[in-house]
């Protein structure tokens, strides 16, 4: 897995008055890297991270995954592509109210046919891998806050992507809870050998990454 950012801008509004939220972005990664993204609030990491994701197209400049353009894909091989390469964890879990732990870790592989014929194995070994064997069976509302997140872990990682992207994926915890899911999300990445890029405002997890990207409008600098 390797992922190059080249000169990546971003663009909002009309044209005769736009607004540049990311500005000539570049920097490049290999699989088994960390990568922590920081800035204040509107400095342009949360759009970063869904371009780099696929969910929202560059205005100018250029993104390989593995060697591959995302966005020279059509919509539903894009969407494939996503799917199978790229896992997301966000700050709000996300978790489908009305399933079950092992039902929220699967929903990835149901959409495409085929997509992950070991499916279910996989889940049970990431459940297990994450702690909550014994919740296997409980719904959202029975679970803590903490562990909720440690399904969303589980769910991003269900299909093996090689690029694990983290929006504050502890912003919504106490401290305790906060440094279970670091260590959680390390663990893992160690184990996976994945690229893990993560946006947090949290000194303490920032601490953890081997390299850190600070954002100021729309720039950023490596230090």
Do not use: W
């Amino acid at each position: 897995m390797s992922l190059k950012v080249s000169d990546i801008s971003k663009r909002f509004g009309s044209d005769d008055r736009p607004v540049e939220v990311l500005r000539g972005i570049s920097f490049e990664m290999a699989g088994g890297q960390s990568l922590v993204i920081m800035g204040p609030s509107g400095s342009g990491k949360s759009t970063l991270l869904h371009v780099i994701g696929t969910l929202d197209r560059p205005s100018s400049g250029y993104l390989e995954i593995s060697g591959e353009d995302p966005f020279v894909l059509p919509e539903p091989e894009l969407a494939r592509f996503r799917n199978r390469v790229i896992g997301f964890v966000f700050q709000d879990h996300h978790l489908l109210p009305q399933y079950s732990v092992l039902e929220n870790v699967l929903v990835p592989t149901l959409a495409f046919k085929g997509s992950n014929g070991d499916a279910k194995a996989r889940a049970l070994e990431l459940i297990e891998r994450v702690g909550l064997s014994h919740r296997i069976d409980h719904r959202p509302a029975e679970l803590s806050g903490g562990e909720r997140q440690r399904v969303a872990v589980a769910r991003a990682l269900i299909n093996h992507p090689g690029l694990l992207l983290c929006d504050e994926p502890t912003g919504s915890l106490d401290r305790s809870r906060a440094d279970e899911v670091a260590a959680l999300l390390f663990d893992l990445h160690q184990a996976e050998q994945n690229i893990l890029i993560v946006v947090t405002h949290s000194l303490d997890l920032a601490g953890r990454f081997e390299r850190r990207l600070e954002l100021r409008e729309g720039t950023c600098v490596e230090v």
